[in-house]
Each structure stands twice: as structure tokens, then as C-alpha cells.
């Protein structure tokens, strides 16, 4: 693994709390994307309609999203990150828990993921690979078909994959029950009598969004010399996405009037959400053994990450627009991009002594073209970092680092990190962290000027506007800082006696001066340091290998994430997530896998007022090689096997789930 160090180094080793997901265990979930894999591996929260990733208790945003080493860019929530990754991309995944500034700089308030695709190989090979699957009740189908062909030789290797992936939506008729708005007043359609609204609608809402899916990633790796190898990777990503729902909180315009020729609005109206997205990602790098123990790397990426947002108004003639698309009243055109350069220089004088001094520049462009005013704003970010890995004896490794950034917005950040690990036996780890975090404030909260989904005006902190009251007001970085203590080994069993694999961790990680969206003091939303928060938690691994080829295996978390100030329970933060495992190889080509994955109770809302249920789900998945098609692999599985729900936690959850898939490589 590299994540936490960015140098390779085996687990064992590691002072940071840390997960590795495996190919094994990624092919055993039966899952199509990157979001339902890590969702039945646990270790980190994944809800059920996989718009968020979080890592100990923290916001999506508050962690790093990384592809081989390279940051990979989307909207301002991260939403939707790794869904929009297929699995058959994907080698491993290394999740590094706790904050990770030092390397990273700013956003790793809670940590890095990174996602590693499989490497090219010298001589020819070729994949291809199906996933289907369809829910109980002959809804919510998926179909995810890709090829990857790989070649090459001891110079010159290539690989690219492409694929696709279809979903339907996940859905359930619902009723909408219209209310008219003209001024203060609000009554039924049929009460004001003159008007071609009706009282009810009949709606399939979409408990989880349609998407259409395609990608494409090149990867070429050549050796100029022994010393010196380049690399260069592409990837392009097009995401189209659908959602009918009911919008209950907001008045919504129509093209009505009323006798004194005020604009009528509608609640509880019938819309449709359509998302086009579309992400390029760049990279290329050079790396140099410029001696015996020195070794120098030079990277640039470029990542930029387009969406255009639509909301429509689903009867728009019943509400008296000519046409559809005169009903769009949640307009976003957006543009992300990230620009990245990273020299690193690597110093490895022995086995005991590894020094890393690197300078990083990020520079990034945020451009909302729906915005009138201002639409592009720019951010850059300068950092530099040392970082020294010391094995003090040949048991104790020491490793602690520097960094200081500096940025466009007149603030400057120097964050640290040091950690130990100590191997008291074979079979028994100790190890401690500290780590600290930061974030600058995005470049849309300072200047945005525009109206989200639901038809609300949000005005960045810069951003002046008299007529609703608005005075500009300061942001300040998002901080946070990390303790985490650990246990861990592997006890070997004699014989047929079992063999155990743990770790056993606590942590407690400290946010100052969070970020969020909130009601300014007059009719819009702006964006203010509102929270300080405090995280504390317990997590534990096992694994238990039995005689008969059978294993059992559990992940679980506790979480206590409260509001410092308030004292209450931070909000779609589960007090409980955990999976364990039963599995069993009944024969050399067949693997049976049981999950029981689950999560605790979570707030919805700041006052602690509206609760996420708990649940617990139970899934089956089977993997078989026929022993005559050694190159052939067919999976098949039930998701919800119990067909388990709730009207909260488990909304966009379809329900039984059946899947099946085959991969053949030749």
C-alpha cells in the first residue's frame, strides 16, 4: 500500500489506522460499482442510495478522493463519487482513517481514498465481464458490461478498459396532494376554481435515481531507460441521471396568475430531476532513480467534472407553461477542475531511513454558468512537506512529517503528523497516531450566486445583496486534529486449530470551524463557520480461519459524534455500522459467502428531533470456476436476502435483490 505514506509499505507497518480492500473481497460483494463494494465491507458508512462516503463520523467532503495517486474532482458534496466507479476498474482500495493534510494538504480534514485500477502487464491479456440484476419485483434492473485489454513488453506496457452501466430507478407510486400559494394564502385547486391545476397527482416517485453510465481509462507505462520510467493515464466518464419525486417543502412557480396578476406557486408538487454529468481526468508523471538512494517523481493531473442539473414540473401544462422545459425552475451548470503538480524527492540512504521532501500546487476553477454575476472563481494552493520514516529498531518504526501550505485566500496553514508502531511478538502490534487536518473554504461558498434544487437562493460570504439583506462576512479553514491508538496481529493455528487476525483501535478526532450551508438573516442561505465537533470511536477487525475451508470475519464501528457546543448528536452520523461474514469453500471452485451487514440509529436534523431507523440486512453471494474453464468465473447472489425495510434508512434501498455475473479472461 502507499496511501499513508505515498511509498509502499506493508500494513503491518503502518501507525495510521488503516483499511486495504482487496480484489477477493471486492469480487466476492458481487457488487457493480465501487459504493456497493465498500457498503458490504464496512469500516467505513456508505448509506443506501450511496450518495455519501464516510470515514469515521466525517462529511463526504471532508476527505480526499483519489485514483492510483491522483485526485479525481465532482461536486462541492462529493456526491455520488463512487458510484460513479465500476468495479471492474479496481485492483484494491486503501482507506486511510484520520487526517492527512501532511501528504495531501487541504481537504483531508478525515481522511484518504484511494482507489487503485489494475496495472498493465507484459504480454497480452483480456477480460471481459457482465453484472446483472433485478429486485423482487421485476424493477430496479442493472446491466454493467465492460472489456479491458492489456499488452505489452519489458519497455511498453498498455491497458484500457471500457465499459457501461444501466439502472433503473428504484421506485413507488405516492400521491401528491396539490396546494396552491398566491401570496400568503394557500387552498386546494378546487377550491380557487379557475384554474387547470388538480387536486391529486398520481407519481412512480424515485426512491433511487435512473442512470446511465459510460467509461473509458487508458493506461500507458513506458521505460525510457532502467532509471527512467513515464506514465501517462486518461479516463472519461458520462453519467446521466433521472429522479421523479415530490417537492413537499418549497413553493414551486407556476405560470399562473391571480386577478390582482400575481404569480400563483404550487407545494407538494410532481417534478423531475435530470442530472448530465460528464468528468475527463489527465495524468501524466516522470519518475527518475537518480542514484543508488535517491529517487525523484514529477506528476501533473488534470481533472474537470461537468454537471447540468434540470428540475421540471412533471403536470407543466396543467400548470400553465407552454412547454417543459419553461417549467425549470432548479437550474445548475457547473464546472469543476482541478490542476495538480507534485514533485517529490525520496531519500533512502538504508533499510532504516527513508526521507521524503515534496512541493505541491493545486489549481482550481469553479464556474457556475446558470450565476449571472462572477461565474468562474479561481483558488490555487501551494504546499511543502517533509516527511522521514525511521525504523528505530527492528521493531519500532517511527514516522513523522511537516507541511505548510500556503493559498489564494490569504490564509496559511501548517498542519503535523507523527506516529509509532511497535511489533512486541509476531502475533501482537501496538501503535499510536497524531494527525492534523485542513481545508480552505471552496470557492463557491465565497461567491456563489444562484438557486439549488429546491428553488432557494444561496449567496456565497463575499457575495452582496441588498435586497434580501445580504453583508459580506468572513470564512475561516476548516480544522481538525486526530489521536488514534491501536492493537493488532495474527495468531497462527497448530494444526487444524484456527488462526485469528485482529485489531482492536480508539480514536478521537477534533473539527473547529466547520463549514455548512445555513439560513442567513434574510431569505436565503449562505455559507458560515457554524460547528465544532468531536468524534470518538472504537473499531474492531477479526478474522478466524476454521479446518473445512470455512472463515468468519467481523468489521464494526461505534461512533460518539456530538456538536461541542450543543452537546447533540452530529446529523447522518450513525452511532453503529458493521458487517460479519460466514464464509465457506465447500469445494476448491465454489465460494459461498453470508453477510449480515448493519448499521445503527443516525439524526436527520441538528435539534436531534427526527431519527434514521437501524437495520440489518442479510446477503448471500456465490462465486464458481468451473474446473474446465479455468479462465471462467460466474458469480450469483441475493442482496436483502430477508427483504428487509424502513422508511428512512433504508428508502432507497430496492429490497430483495438478485444478481448474477460472469467474467472470462483470455
Keep these: 500500500m502507499t496511501a499513508p505514506t505515498r511509498s509502499p509499505r506493508t500494513l503491518s507497518r503502518s501507525t495510521v489506522g488503516m483499511q486495504v480492500v482487496t480484489p477477493e473481497q471486492i469480487r466476492r460483494t458481487g457488487a457493480s460499482t465501487l459504493d456497493e463494494a465498500l457498503m458490504k465491507i464496512a469500516g467505513i458508512y456508505v448509506p443506501a442510495d450511496g450518495d455519501r462516503v464516510s470515514i469515521r463520523g466525517a462529511r463526504t467532503q471532508d476527505a480526499v478522493f483519489l485514483v492510483n495517486g491522483r485526485r479525481i474532482t465532482g461536486t462541492s458534496g462529493r456526491g455520488d463519487a463512487f458510484s460513479r466507479i465500476p468495479v471492474q476498474q479496481v485492483e484494491w482500495v486503501e482507506i486511510v482513517k484520520g487526517p492527512g493534510s501532511v501528504l495531501y494538504g487541504s481537504d483531508a480534514l478525515g481522511g484518504v481514498i484511494n482507489v487503485v485500477t489494475r496495472s498493465p502487464q507484459e504480454g497480452f491479456s483480456a477480460a471481459l465481464d457482465v453484472n446483472a440484476g433485478l429486485n423482487g419485483v421485476a424493477e430496479g434492473g442493472l446491466l454493467a458490461p465492460s472489456a479491458t485489454f492489456s499488452a505489452g513488453d519489458r519497455d511498453t506496457r498498455w491497458r484500457i478498459t471500457a465499459g457501461a452501466l444501466s439502472r433503473d430507478a428504484h421506485s413507488e407510486e405516492a400521491l401528491a396532494r396539490i396546494r396552491v400559494k398566491t401570496g400568503e394564502t394557500l387552498q386546494t385547486p378546487s377550491q380557487l ?29 513506458h521505460w525510457v531507460s532502467d532509471r527512467v520510467r513515464v506514465g501517462l493515464e486518461a479516463g472519461l466518464l458520462g453519467d446521466d441521471r433521472e429522479r421523479r419525486f415530490i417537492q413537499t417543502d418549497l413553493p414551486v412557480p407556476t405560470a399562473e396568475t391571480d386577478e390582482e396578476g400575481r404569480l400563483r406557486s404550487t407545494l407538494n408538487t410532481p417534478v423531475r430531476q435530470v442530472e448530465d454529468s460528464r468528468r475527463r481526468d489527465l495524468s501524466a508523471r516522470v519518475d527518475w532513480m537518480a542514484g543508488e ?74 464556474e457556475d454558468r446558470a450565476q449571472a454575476r462572477d461565474p468562474v472563481t479561481r483558488q490555487w494552493l501551494t504546499g511543502v512537506f517533509v516527511q522521514h520514516q525511521w525504523a528505530v529498531t527492528p521493531h519500532t518504526d517511527l514516522i513523522y512529517g511537516v507541511r505548510h501550505d500556503d493559498t489564494s485566500e490569504a490564509v496559511d496553514n501548517t498542519a503535523l503528523q507523527a506516529g509509532v508502531v511497535h511489533r512486541l511478538t509476531p502475533g501482537l502490534r501496538l501503535r499510536a497516531h497524531y494527525a492534523e487536518g485542513f481545508k480552505i473554504p471552496e470557492a463557491r461558498s465565497y461567491t456563489v450566486y444562484t438557486r439549488d434544487p429546491r428553488g432557494r437562493l444561496v449567496l456565497g460570504s463575499d457575495v452582496v445583496e441588498p435586497a434580501v439583506g445580504k453583508q459580506a462576512h468572513e470564512l475561516d479553514p476548516e480544522r481538525s486534529r486526530t489521536l488514534d491508538l491501536g492493537i493488532s496481529g495474527h495468531v497462527a493455528g497448530a494444526a487444524r486449530a484456527p488462526g485469528l487476525t485482529y485489531e482492536v483501535g480508539v480514536f478521537e478526532t477534533r473539527y473547529d470551524d466547520l463549514i455548512a450551508k445555513t439560513r442567513g438573516d434574510g431569505d436565503y442561505l449562505t455559507f458560515k463557520n457554524i460547528q465544532d465537533a468531536r468524534i470518538r470511536g472504537l473499531e474492531t477487525v477479526l478474522r478466524l480461519d476454521l479446518p473445512h475451508r470455512v472463515r468468519l470475519g467481523l468489521n464494526a464501528t461505534w461512533l460518539e459524534a456530538v456538536d461541542r457546543e450543543t452537546d447533540r448528536e452530529l446529523t447522518q452520523t450513525p452511532d453503529f455500522i458493521g458487517v460479519a461474514r460466514l464464509g465457506w469453500a465447500p469445494t476448491p471452485h465454489l465460494d459461498l459467502d453470508l453477510r449480515l451487514r448493519g448499521q445503527g440509529e ?48 433504508l428508502y432507497a434501498d430496492p429490497g430483495r435483490f438478485f444478481r448474477v455475473g460472469a467474467r472470462y479472461r483470455f
Design 293 to 366: 538512494a535517491l529517487e525523484l517523481s514529477y506528476r501533473v493531473d488534470r481533472s474537470r467534472f461537468r454537471m447540468d442539473r434540470h428540475v421540471y414540473v412533471v403536470p407543466w401544462q396543467d400548470m400553465g407553461f407552454a412547454r417543459q422545459s419553461d417549467s425549470d425552475f432548479g437550474t445548475r451548470r457547473v464546472t469543476f477542475t482541478d490542476e495538480t503538480h507534485d514533485l517529490m524527492a525520496t531519500w533512502s540512504p538504508g533499510p532504516d531511513h527513508r526521507l521524503q521532501v515534496g512541493v505541491q500546487h493545486l489549481d482550481r476553477e469553479y
Design 602 to 649: 443516525r439524526y436527520v436534523d441538528a435539534a436531534n428531533t427526527e431519527r434514521d431507523q437501524a437495520y440489518a440486512l442479510m446477503d448471500l453471494a456465490a462465486v464458481y470456476r468451473p474446473p474446465r474453464w479455468q479462465d471462467l468465473s460466474l458469480r450469483a447472489g441475493i442482496d436483502n436476502l430477508m427483504d428487509r425495510g424502513n422508511d428512512t434508512s
Design 193 to 221: 376554481g379557475n384554474t387547470g391545476i388538480r387536486d391529486t397527482y398520481s407519481l412512480e416517485e424515485d426512491h433511487r435515481a435512473s442512470a446511465d453510465q459510460h467509461h473509458l481509462q487508458a493506461h500507458l507505462e
